[in-house]
């Protein structure tokens, strides 16, 4: 394993949450990346270049530092720079999702915000941002910059033509919010199919889902629920617990 600078447990959970992401429709080849670190540390570690959000193992991630000028590992992902960008941006980032799941890339595509149709767009309404600079792969620290400042303090961005990047105080808050924001697109491109008008939350009953639904008690529950679901498709997860 080339992240000993992270921690074992840590690791451990990104790779749960790669394997989450692969059953809710995140998969593309090899990929997309997931990464953690501590809130506020200088170094994070990420999953390499070479394997997929279904098969990635805790040896298949790489350490890597928040300094962009920092020599990078030879395995570390193309787009390592977004990571870095949105760590440097954001000390109270503990994990990054970025993915080209289906609907969120379609959603993305459309000049339309999340809206509070559903619990998924309570939380994301307002909190997702579209960046049309590019729809390239993310590949210099100045186009990472830009995206980082379009996210500011929110939980998305809409990499338009290109598909997400989502954080969140840990890795399992970024994976959660990964997993819910392509439920959001995809029900709220569902109700916009159909042409009719359709009805949302209101502002009172946002806040209480967010309270509530999204305690951080909640979250640990959904964790806990993709982690079992994990763990029947894949056993050998039970193997990578330290």
Same mark, same amino acid.
């Given at each position: 394993?080339?992240?000993?600078?992270?921690?074992?447990?840590?690791?451990?959970?990104?790779?749960?949450?790669?394997?989450?992401?692969?059953?809710?429709?995140?998969?593309?080849?090899?990929?997309?990346?997931?990464?953690?670190?501590?809130?506020?540390?200088?170094?994070?570690?990420?999953?390499?270049?070479? &394997? #997929?959000?279904?098969? +990635?193992?805790?040896?298949?991630? !790489?350490?890597?530092?928040?300094?962009?000028? @920092?020599?990078? =590992?030879?395995?570390?992902?193309?787009?390592?720079?977004?990571?870095?960008?949105?760590?440097?941006?954001?000390?109270?980032?503990?994990?990054?999702?970025?993915?080209?799941?289906?609907?969120?890339?379609?959603?993305?595509?459309?000049?339309?915000?999340?809206?509070?149709?559903?619990?998924?767009?309570?939380?994301?309404?307002?909190?997702?941002?579209?960046?049309?600079?590019?729809?390239?792969?993310?590949?210099?620290?100045?186009?990472?910059?830009?995206?980082?400042?379009?996210?500011?303090?929110? &939980? #998305?961005?809409?990499? +338009?033509?290109?598909?997400?990047? !989502?954080?969140?105080?840990?890795?399992?808050? @970024?994976?959660? =919010?990964?997993?819910?924001?392509?439920?959001?697109?995809?029900?709220?491109?569902?109700?916009?199919?159909?042409?009719?008008?359709?009805?949302?939350?209101?502002?009172?009953?946002?806040?209480?889902?967010?309270?509530?639904?999204?305690?951080?008690?909640?979250?640990?529950?959904?964790?806990?629920?993709?982690?079992?679901?994990?763990?029947?498709?894949?056993?050998?997860?039970?193997?990578?617990?330290?």
């Amino acid at each position: 394993m080339a992240t000993a600078g992270i921690g074992q447990s840590l690791v451990t959970q990104a790779c749960i949450g790669a394997r989450a992401l692969s059953e809710g429709g995140h998969d593309d080849f090899n990929q997309g990346q997931v990464s953690c670190r501590v809130p506020g540390a200088a170094e994070f570690a990420i999953k390499n270049a070479m &394997v #997929g959000f279904d098969e +990635v193992t805790p040896a298949e991630f !790489v350490e890597a530092q928040v300094d962009a000028t @920092a020599r990078p =590992h030879r395995l570390a992902p193309p787009e390592l720079p977004l990571h870095q960008a949105i760590y440097a941006a954001r000390p109270d980032v503990g994990g990054i999702v970025h993915s080209h799941a289906p609907d969120g890339l379609v959603f993305g595509a459309l000049d339309e915000p999340i809206v509070a149709l559903s619990h998924e767009g309570a939380l994301l309404s307002g909190q997702v941002s579209h960046f049309t600079d590019t729809s390239n792969t993310v590949l210099t620290i100045e186009v990472a910059d830009r995206i980082a400042e379009s996210l500011g303090d929110g &939980v #998305g961005v809409f990499l +338009v033509n290109h598909g997400s990047v !989502v954080v969140g105080k840990s890795v399992r808050h @970024a994976v959660v =919010h990964a997993l819910m924001l392509e439920r959001a697109c995809r029900l709220q491109l569902t109700a916009l199919s159909t042409r009719l008008p359709f009805s949302v939350s209101s502002s009172s009953d946002v806040d209480a889902k967010r309270n509530y639904i999204f305690a951080d008690l909640s979250v640990k529950s959904y964790w806990n629920h993709l982690r079992r679901s994990v763990s029947r498709r894949s056993p050998e997860v039970q193997t990578w617990t330290p």
